[in-house]
């Protein structure tokens, strides 16, 4: 059972951004395990529990990142990531189809849902718009009257439609993600943070419906 992070993790994680190197991270494994590993996989699966306990009809798996970075695409970094995350997704088949995610690092933590697809995804999710523009605009509007919430993303250069209207910052995105984003706190210390997940991720579950509804969409 997920029983907190501490300042601890904070400051592992801080250090590990700088001496991101082997020597350093075998040296603070012990640490790492207690302060990050352990209380990041037990969130994961209480977290997971809770989201199946309130949503039993609807689909999800559970990813936790690892801490190791893939040896290819290091691109001059060091080998650890310095922020690890958990996504619970409908399918691990459905690549940006619809996640719901929280991640955390040495200075904060966020949570939130993105759909983060190819442009002929993208292209599918805008007509899905087009097809039924009621059905995403009463997400979109309850979107717009929250405040916990951001949305975040790249636009393209060149409108694709809906220029002046409800739907423009979504339709003209490239791929997006709606986040809430808190300096690292004690909220992170108990284990009332579970419920504080569930309740954020909860409130993106018809969003979450949505997107896997239109994964193929137009395809």
């Known amino acids: 059972m997920f029983t907190g992070f501490s300042q601890e993790t904070s400051e592992f994680m801080m250090n590990l951004a700088l001496n991101n190197d082997r020597p350093w991270f075998e040296a603070h494994r012990e640490i790492y395990e207690r302060s990050l590993k352990q209380p990041m996989d037990e969130l994961a699966k209480d977290v997971m529990a809770e989201m199946v306990r309130r949503f039993p009809d609807d689909p999800f798996e559970l990813h936790v990142s690892r801490i190791y970075r893939d040896a290819r695409r290091l691109f001059g970094r060091g080998p650890y990531k310095e922020e690890l995350w958990f996504s619970l997704k409908p399918s691990r088949n459905l690549e940006g189809g619809g996640n719901l995610f929280f991640g955390i690092d040495a200075l904060s ?89 569930a309740d954020g991720l909860s409130a993106l579950m018809p969003f979450y419906r949505y997107f896997l509804q239109v994964y193929g969409y137009g395809a």
């Not at 949570?111 to 605009?137: E, H, I, T, V």
């Not at 929250?146 to 979504?170: M, N, R, V």
């Not at 808190?182 to 284990?191: A, G, M, R, T, V």
């Open 109 to 197: 933590w966020q949570l939130g849902c993105d759909f983060w697809r190819d442009p002929q995804g993208m292209a599918g999710f805008r007509k899905s718009m087009d097809d039924d523009p009621a059905a995403f605009l009463q997400l979109a509007r309850w979107f717009a009257k929250q405040d916990y919430f951001t949305l975040h993303g790249y636009d393209y250069k060149k409108k694709k439609g809906h220029a002046d209207d409800e739907l423009s910052c979504w339709y003209n995105k490239k791929n997006f993600w709606m986040m809430h984003k808190e300096p690292f706190n004690d909220k992170l210390f108990s284990h009332d943070f579970v419920t504080l997940c």
